[in-house]
Each structure stands twice: as structure tokens, then as C-alpha cells.
């Protein structure tokens, strides 16, 4: 399968960002990555891709991720 081209440097930056807003979102609710894992029946390796910026979730995993935290999605991706 062909591989796509890399996203540029500030869409990384940016993904970044998000992935540090729902790890810090997780941690103000004393939530452990096990407990996300546990509420959205996500793969603990791809929770962890995603809270560590090396995956971009998809629109419904993030809803998924923002519910399970108990915060609005657009708390995580607000610029």
C-alpha cells in the first residue's frame, strides 16, 4: 500500500498541541490512560499514539476521548 506524504511541521505542532490538551484533560480528571482505554474500547497503543501526538484520531474517536474524559471536544482541539 503507498504510503502519503507526511503532514508539514505545523500540523504536527498542532497535533501536538491537542494530544497534550487531552493528556492534560485526562490527568485534571484523575483519570488513568487504562481508564479511557476501559470507556471508549479503544487499543491501549493507539490511546497512546494519539495522547503522545503519533496519530491523529478520527472525529469519532476524539468525541468518544472527550466524553470519556467528561470534557467538550472543542476544549481539546481549540487553538
Known sequence: MP????PDPALLER??????R???ARLHANL???DIVTRTGLDR???Q?????RASPRVDTLLRIADAIG???A???RE
Open 3 to 6: 504510503r502519503t506524504t507526511p
Open 45 to 47: 497503543s493507539a490511546y
Open 71 to 73: 470534557v467538550p471536544a
Open 32 to 34: 488513568s490512560q487504562q
Open 75 to 77: 476544549e481539546l482541539v
Open 22 to 24: 487531552i493528556r492534560d
Open 15 to 20: 497535533r501536538r498541541r491537542i494530544a497534550t
Open 49 to 53: 499514539d494519539i495522547e503522545h501526538g
